[in-house]
């Protein structure tokens, strides 16, 4: 019975479809937010006194699935420092046209020097201009920080970055020397124990902005 409608049920979809609300996105007049975790494209971050977090170890290479990058580590020195270790990434590109955006470089980055940004127009017409260079992909400095190579301005040791690192962060940058002088006390030695982490939700998140 009423098989005889068989061939017009299938308007019948169609004219419902035109009363539904409309999901397409004129891009690129109209640019959708992304979600907050969205793989964009990398950025290589810095501490808060300017300096890089890249070490030039290799590691996120290594754990890239597509080979899409490349490091070349470099030494620093007393004179021409980079990063607050021995090391720094001298040389940094990543290939947009192999990478995939899973984020597996960014776990196995050991200082959270790599991370993802939520930028997505990565396109572009020329092979060439897909190889991001360091350049391109180091953060850019935030009021207070300072263009490298330059000395460790928030302490003379490495523990001092990684101890304090978080606090620095969520300074202001007009507090980040008194809050240095605090916590080495008057003989500059540092305090103990540790200082405490920022309260949860004040931490910057290392995504976001040059930290
Ligand atoms: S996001 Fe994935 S594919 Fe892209 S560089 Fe990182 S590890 Fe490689
Ligand atoms: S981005 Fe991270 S994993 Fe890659 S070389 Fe620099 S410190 Fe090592």
Redesign the pocket.
């Known amino acids: 019975m009423l098989d005889f409608l068989n061939p017009v049920k299938g308007f019948a979809v169609t004219f419902r479809q035109m009363f539904r609300k409309v999901d397409t996105v004129e891009y690129p007049e109209v640019k959708k937010p992304t979600a907050p975790r969205y793989h964009g494209r990398h950025q ?1 971050n810095r501490w808060p006194d300017g300096l890089e ?9 290594w ?1 890239c699935p597509a080979d899409a ?1 490349y ?1 070349e ?1 470099g030494s620093n020195t007393e004179s021409e420092r980079y990063s607050p270790g021995e090391r720094y ?1 001298a040389v ?1 590109q990543i290939n947009y046209l192999r990478c995939i955006l899973c984020g597996l ?1 960014v776990e ?7 991370t993802m940004t939520n930028e997505y127009e990565l396109a572009n017409d020329s092979r060439e201009s897909l190889i991001w260079t360091k350049e391109q992909l180091v953060a850019p400095l935030q009021p207070g920080m300072e263009a490298p190579p330059h000395p460790m301005r928030l302490g003379d040791s490495e523990e001092d970055y990684y101890r304090l690192g978080p606090s620095f962060a969520a300074a202001q940058p007009t507090d980040l020397l008194s809050m240095l002088a605090r916590s080495r006390g008057a003989d500059g030695a540092p305090d103990a124990p540790a200082a405490e982490p920022p309260a949860e939700g004040s931490e910057p998140r290392a995504d976001a902005g040059g930290t």
């Not at 196995?108 to 790599?114: E, H, K, Q, W």
């Open positions: 290589l977090k890249c070490i030039g170890c290799e590691l996120c290479a754990a990058i490091v580590g990434g940094y470089c196995a980055c050991p200082t959270r020097a790599l």
